[in-house]
Each structure stands twice: as structure tokens, then as C-alpha cells.
T-cell receptor, first 116, second 116 residues
Framework: AQTVTQSQPEMSVQEAETVTLSCTYD???????LFWYKQPPSRQMILVIR??????QNATENRFSVNFQKAAKSFSLKISDSQLGDTAMYFC?????????????FGTGTRLQVTL | SAVISQKPSRDICQRGTSLTIQCQVD?????MFWYRQQPGQSLTLIAT?????????ESGFVIDKFPISRPNLTFSTLTVSNMSPEDSSIYLC?????????????FGQGTRLTVV
């Protein structure tokens, strides 16, 4: 069974600053996907970024990037130039590679507050 | 990407009654997933809905409490039966989607259920 751990229940960052959210996971799988999802108060789960385990290059999406360390089973999310709209719960998630993203195992989430 | 419509978006129900949540996808998908998010918690998988076969339930969830239908490749329903206040949660449906850039899980907007 897989487990996903997010050790930071809450974090705060000032607007325009950079923040890093931590995620570690445990699995015996060799091929898998890792995701970061954002859940604002609207409760919609929004995909932030995705990483395929077989890719060594870290994924980036505009202001969002990850630091994927496969050997350490670590998958942190860096948000640059933080904006007020980034305020949300952030969930790290894992799914084994089956060709199509299958059922996800989620971490407990990190509540991020962006302040002026 | 996949567009998922989930209804109702919220409901307040009396204990002992049942509520059926609908999930409609704009493309055909093999598997659909139902998650529960209890207040302030992460997402937990309830079951996987396969077209043409019985749903597969995760540990701690049973068909009598959460019956699922999957009549075709674009639609599924989750029923929360004989509700109690402990069933107050957000329920989300999800699908896996593959494209040339990889696989991703998409979510409906969720159903906020309050049982009184």
C-alpha cells in the first residue's frame, strides 16, 4: 500500500514571496504519477502540477515547480511570486502507473495562506 | 482535459434518508472514482465504478451504505443511504484521463452534504 505524508498542516507566505510545500511518499512501485492539487474554498480540486516518476526532469507550470527526488521519495512544490489567489489547501497525491491516472492516495494537505 | 458535472452541489438532508449524487463526464472513461472528504480532512477513496460490473469498494466502505451505479461510460451515481450526521462530508467524483502529455485525474466540483 502507498502512503503520502505532508508534514506542514499550515503555512503562510507574503505576496510575491516564494514558498515550498513538502511531500514524502512511500511505495514499492517503480512507475507512478505524483500530483499537487489545489482546493480553494469553492472545494473544486484543481490540478496544479504533475510528475511522472520515470522522468528525471522536474515538472514546471508557470510559477509552480516541483523538486522530485525519487530515491528519497520526496516531491515538494515551490510556488514563486505568490499571489493572493494561491490561498488554498494543497494536496499531494500518488497513483501507480496503469496507463491512465487511477485511484489516488492523498496526503493530509497543507493550508496555505498568502498575505499582503 | 475532461469536464465533469456533479449534481447536486450541496444538500441538507434529514437523518435516515438517502441522497443520490450524479456525475456526468463529457467523454467516455473506463473507470470513475468516488471520494469522501470529511470536514477538515483529506480525500478518501470510497469505490471505483466500472461500467458493466460491480463497483469495487475500499476497506471501510460497503455497498449497502454507498450503492453505486455505472450505466454507461459517461455517467455514474453514488447514493449515501440511511444517512447520519457522520455522513456530513464533501463527496467528489473523479476520472482518469490520458493524453499525449500524460495522464491526469480530474474532479467534479463536489457535493457538500450536511445531515441534520
Amino acid at each position: 500500500a502507498q502512503t503520502v505524508t505532508q508534514s506542514q498542516p499550515e503555512m503562510s507566505v507574503q505576496e510575491a514571496e516564494t514558498v515550498t510545500l513538502s511531500c514524502t511518499y512511500d511505495t514499492s512501485e517503480n512507475n507512478y504519477y505524483l500530483f499537487w492539487y489545489k482546493q480553494p474554498p469553492s472545494r473544486q480540486m484543481i490540478l496544479v502540477i504533475r510528475q511522472e516518476a520515470y522522468k528525471q526532469q522536474n515538472a514546471t507550470e508557470n510559477r509552480f515547480s516541483v523538486n522530485f527526488q525519487k530515491a528519497a521519495k520526496s516531491f515538494s512544490l515551490k510556488i514563486s511570486d505568490s499571489q493572493l489567489g494561491d490561498t488554498a489547501m494543497y494536496f499531494c497525491a500518488f497513483t501507480p502507473y496503469t496507463g491512465t491516472a487511477s485511484k489516488l492516495t492523498f496526503g493530509t494537505g497543507t493550508r496555505l495562506q498568502v498575505t499582503l | 482535459s475532461a469536464v465533469i458535472s456533479q449534481k447536486p452541489s450541496r444538500d441538507i438532508c434529514q437523518r435516515g434518508t438517502s441522497l443520490t449524487i450524479q456525475c456526468q463526464v463529457d467523454s467516455q472513461v473506463t473507470m470513475m472514482f468516488w471520494y469522501r472528504q470529511q470536514p477538515g480532512q483529506s480525500l478518501t477513496l470510497i469505490a471505483t465504478a466500472n461500467q458493466g460490473s460491480e463497483a469495487t469498494y475500499e476497506s471501510g466502505f460497503v455497498i449497502d451504505k454507498f450503492p453505486i451505479s455505472r450505466p454507461n461510460l459517461t455517467f455514474s451515481t453514488l447514493t449515501v443511504s440511511n444517512m447520519s450526521p457522520e455522513d456530513s462530508s464533501i463527496y467528489l467524483c473523479s476520472v482518469g484521463y490520458s493524453s499525449s502529455v500524460g495522464s491526469t485525474a480530474f474532479f467534479g466540483q463536489g457535493t457538500r452534504l450536511t445531515v441534520v
